[in-house]
């Protein structure tokens, strides 16, 4: 048996999403997006999977190629479809990064066990996919500013906020008020 959608919703889900939350979440999410390594690929898409609307989008706009760190989200001009549904446009700096050259022989290896063990910071609401600035196997090339579209909404299931690549396209009437 089938039940209606609108009997399992969350009733957080339809309140209004603010202006100020769209654009931080906006601009976390511009950040994580824009942040790639090849070294550790899997990062990435475990950590958009938590914010996006749906988890298969959690591969796009990347091939899986390179490294990149994205920083200093600044959000600007907003579009709201609808009180649930809200377009930020967010400027990020990403920095992408070359391959360093293989040390020669003789050479000291970083010490791996030094990188765990970090305490989490006090405030701490989520992962982050962007790189450490600093790897000695990456050497980081000349910034570059970013701009993205970033459609939020909440999630149906507990109204949590997410990004829906979906509302980005087909007709806008279709999309207004849908999700």
């Known amino acids: 048996m089938s039940v209606e959608p609108s009997f399992t919703r969350s009733v957080r889900s339809w309140e209004r999403v603010s202006d100020v939350e769209a654009s931080s979440f906006a601009g976390r999410f511009a950040c994580d997006f824009q942040s790639f390594d090849e070294d550790d690929p899997w990062r990435r898409a475990e950590v958009l999977r938590e914010v996006l609307a749906d988890a298969q989008a959690s591969t796009w706009g990347w091939s899986g190629v390179g490294r990149q760190r994205a920083d200093a989200p600044l959000p600007g001009r907003l579009y709201r479809r609808s009180d649930t549904v809200v377009f930020v446009e967010v400027l990020v700096r990403a920095t ?28 701490t609401i989520g992962r982050s996919c962007a790189p450490p600035e600093a ?45």
């Not at 992408?96 to 910071?121: F, T």
């Not at 939020?152 to 999309?175: F, H, I, K, N």
């Open 96 to 123: 992408p990064y070359i391959r360093a050259p293989v040390p020669g022989p003789g050479a000291d290896p970083e010490n791996e066990s030094e990188r765990g063990g970090l305490a989490e910071p006090p405030g």
């Open 135 to 179: 790897d000695a196997s990456w050497t980081a090339a000349e910034p570059r500013w970013v701009r993205m579209t970033v459609p939020v909404t909440r999630a149906p299931e507990d109204g949590r906020l997410v990004v829906d690549p979906g509302l980005l396209s087909g007709p806008v009437d279709e999309q207004a008020g849908s999700r």
